[in-house]
């Protein structure tokens, strides 16, 4: 079955600091690749997406781009700040599929000034 | 931000009783599923809504039933609590081609 794998967490940066989360994904056939953040107490919040390879998701200054041949969707973003501290959900869904999510096992991010 | 409620948002219940959660949306979107949310395991699904009446089962459904009798609402149902369905349960909703849209989350203890 489809599975996501992402970077252990958790990981402390520095306010201003590169953020680089991991994520890699087994899945048959094409499909959409997503990124969710949930912050302290709240439900989970799309913060970007890719349907197709090659696609570019990007949100809130986060990127990430869909590589279909290293099976990849890392998050990125240049310069991160302490409002940025959460936990990230790299995640797949198939097409035709009724839009049921397969999740990784999450990243905490704690980002100090 | 997408009408979804989840009641109700804390519950402890004792081994043994049944819980009832709920979940209701006023976006009138087609799928509505039910995961749960455990430390190392992310969000698995447990079951899933595709219309009225029409549900099936995801990765984690054992003790678990659900009922859709109206677009709008979506219940999750343990039989019998036990203290592995401890946890935090989120509702979410969809419709072909629009991402998924979650709850806040129901923190469910069973002591």
């Known amino acids: 079955g489809d599975s996501v794998t992402q970077m252990e967490g958790p990981v402390t940066l520095s306010e201003e600091a590169f953020l680089t989360i991991n994520c890699t994904y087994t899945?048959?056939?094409?499909?959409?690749l997503f990124w969710y953040v949930q912050y302290p107490g709240e439900g989970l919040q799309l913060l970007l997406k890719?349907?197709?390879?090659?696609d570019k998701g990007s949100n809130k200054g986060f990127e990430a781009t869909y590589r279909k041949e290293t099976t990849s969707f890392h998050l990125e973003k240049g310069s991160v700040q302490v409002s940025d501290s959460a936990v990230y959900f790299c995640?797949?869904?198939?097409?035709?599929?009724?839009?049921?999510?397969?999740f990784g096992t999450g990243t905490q991010l704690k980002v100090e000034l | 931000d997408a009408g979804i409620t989840q009641s109700p948002r804390h519950k402890v219940t004792e081994t043994g009783t049944p819980v009832t959660l709920r979940c209701h949306q006023t976006e009138n979107h087609r799928y509505m599923y039910w995961y749960r949310q455990d430390p190392g395991h992310g969000l698995r699904l447990i079951h899933y809504s595709y219309g009225v009446k029409d549900t099936d089962k995801g990765e984690v459904s054992d003790g678990y039933s659900v009922s859709r009798s109206k677009t709008e609402d979506f219940l999750l149902t343990l039989e019998s609590a036990t203290s592995s369905q401890t946890s935090v349960y989120f509702c979410?909703?969809?419709?072909?081609?629009?991402?998924?849209?979650f709850g806040q989350g129901t923190r469910l203890t069973v002591v």
């Open positions: 899945a048959t056939g094409y499909p959409s």
């Open positions: 890719a349907t197709k390879a090659d």
């Open positions: 995640a797949l869904t198939q097409q035709g599929g009724g839009n049921k999510l397969t």
């Open positions: 979410a909703i969809s419709e072909e081609q629009i991402e998924a849209f």
